[in-house]
């Protein structure tokens, strides 16, 4: 047995480093380094030229000031005498005898006679480009073919997990929380207290086992998180990760799928296999629907990644091999589209249904959101809480950051009532349209208004009403509001 207090022997020192793998763009910034070498070197070489007129070029020719001229296909190029280097140069600079000019589209049969009357020395160019144009013309394509293949290369390294290799492509995406790191407890959650009472138990189990394993209670292979979106399952989840004191792992069911046949069965067992490492481990998968549909005989003809992927992950909750200290946390919106072979006792043993939260819960949320937004006196998160029925845990959170929003806005210290007013209508009934209503439509609006403010009022057992106004919002004209006393479960 060692020492825990003797310490370790110090490293001796690399004597002998790797050299370092140069990068695969080394090459490219090279070439491009000689490329511009060169071609700064081209132009530094070539010697300074005045551009001057054809029409003048023609008179220093009859004036005797041309001593020689190179004749391209595009331009003349030639040599100036001293005295047409000092008639075309300015009086602030020094002479230069060089000089080019543009030939013009039409043929000029009188410029060869011309030269020769004065005794210019004519030369001529052979046509097309500069060896240097045609050099780099020559290469380009292989250079930008190189620069493709490269460019594949590293996001090929990257997408294998930075060089490690083929097989590191089917390593699991699952990223692992720490208690440490996770900011989200139980206490963060509010209105789906039946929820947390399975949650904390399966917690409790997890940190105690020996309490249930002397009864003969064994842990659930699988617990499934169903409710609408918005109700908090992935809320919940993290919750359960600040709070257990095991090895969290959670992924989104699409990062099993990739275009490679095979990868998200490999994922799968490969998360599978490191949470057994940590055992008593929890892994959770967001959106579960995304693989866990139910099979058929589709265009895969039952081959399919993504049956691949879900038979491997029924593979690994109830196999052959069993585990049982990971437990395997899903969540989904859509429980009717899942095969009927995840819901069955032995994998997913336990479905716990978030629903919209009730008056109370709304209440308790919102205390939640609210807690560091710094309230008004005349707040009442109670009322509001009647106010927002049909709200989900997402959508009080929403309403309070709104609120804080407007509050923000207007240059106000504190968020008071009225900002919780703007931003519920801002949320159900859109935002503020600033429509010029003529006064007839208008009129019309609020004459249809009424009438569903006398029906609500005489109708017996109506909701009472809440608000009338005719000022447009989102994609209504009006609106006549009523808010339930008590939440409704059954409309009949």
């Known amino acids: 047995m060692t020492d825990p207090q003797r310490p370790e022997p110090p490293q001796k020192p690399d004597t002998n480093p790797q050299p370092a793998i140069p990068n695969q763009y080394s090459f490219l910034w090279l070439s491009a380094a000689i490329f511009l070498m060169v071609l700064w070197m081209q132009g530094a070489n070539q010697p300074q030229q005045q551009e001057v007129a054809y029409s003048d070029f023609k008179k220093a020719v009859t004036a005797g000031q041309v001593s020689e001229v190179t004749l391209r296909q595009e331009d003349i190029q030639g040599n100036f005498t001293e005295s047409g280097a000092a008639r075309f140069s300015a009086a602030s600079e020094p002479s230069n005898t060089r000089f080019v000019t543009l030939r013009p589209q039409t043929d000029d049969p009188a410029l060869l006679p011309l030269l020769e009357e004065h005794g210019v020395t004519i030369q001529g160019a052979r046509s097309g480009r500069p060896w240097w144009q045609e050099l780099i013309l020559g290469f380009l394509p ?35 929380a ?46 499934l998180l169903v409710g609408p979106p918005g109700t908090g399952k992935t809320l919940l989840a993290r919750a359960i990760a600040g709070e257990a004191e095991v090895p969290f792992f959670s992924i989104s069911a699409s990062e099993f799928i990739e275009m490679f046949v095979g990868v998200g069965a490999a994922r799968v067992r490969d998360m599978f296999k490191e949470a057994r490492k940590d055992a008593p481990a929890l892994i959770f998968i967001d959106e579960l629907d995304a693989v866990g549909r139910s099979r058929g005989a589709g265009l895969g003809g039952g081959h399919d990644e993504r049956e691949q992927t879900l038979n491997q992950i029924l593979t690994e909750m109830d196999g052959f091999e069993a585990h049982e200290n990971v437990l395997v946390l899903a969540a989904t919106n859509r429980p009717d589209v899942l095969d009927t072979a995840l819901l069955r006792p032995g994998r997913f043993d336990r479905k716990i249904t978030l629903e919209r939260p009730h008056k109370e819960a709304r209440a308790a949320i919102l205390k939640v ?5 710094p309230l008004s006196d005349d707040v009442d998160l109670d009322q509001i809480a ?14 309070v950051n709104e609120a804080a929003l407007t509050a923000a806005r207007e240059g106000l210290d504190e968020v008071n009532t009225r900002c919780f007013e703007i931003a519920r209508d801002r ?42 106004t005719i000022i447009p919002h989102g994609m209504a004209m009006g609106v006549t509001e009523q808010t339930p006393r008590d939440d409704h479960y059954t409309y009949t």
Request: charged fraction near 25%; aromatic fraction near 10%; include cysteine.
């Open 142 to 176: 292989w250079i930008l073919f190189l620069a493709l293949m490269f460019w594949f290369w590293g996001n090929a390294q990257k997408r294998l997990g930075q060089g490690g290799g083929v097989l590191d492509f089917s390593r699991s995406k699952a990223r692992r």
């Open 369 to 373: 959101h609210a807690r560091k937004v």
């Open 386 to 399: 009647t106010r927002t029925i049909g709200f989900s845990g997402a959508d009080l959170h929403n309403l």
């Open 427 to 468: 949320i159900i009934l859109g935002e503020t349209r600033e429509a010029q209503l003529p006064p007839q439509e208008r009129e019309a609006v609020a004459y249809h208004e009424c009438g569903h403010a006398l029906m609500a009022y005489y109708m017996p057992n109506a909701d009472p009403l809440t608000k009338v």
């Open 178 to 223: 720490r208690k440490e790191t996770s900011t989200v407890t139980l206490d963060d959650v509010a209105g789906v207290e039946s929820a947390k009472r399975e949650i904390a138990e399966i917690i409790d189990f997890l940190k105690t086992p020996e309490k249930y394993q002397r009864l003969g209670a064994i842990m659930p292979k699988g617990i």
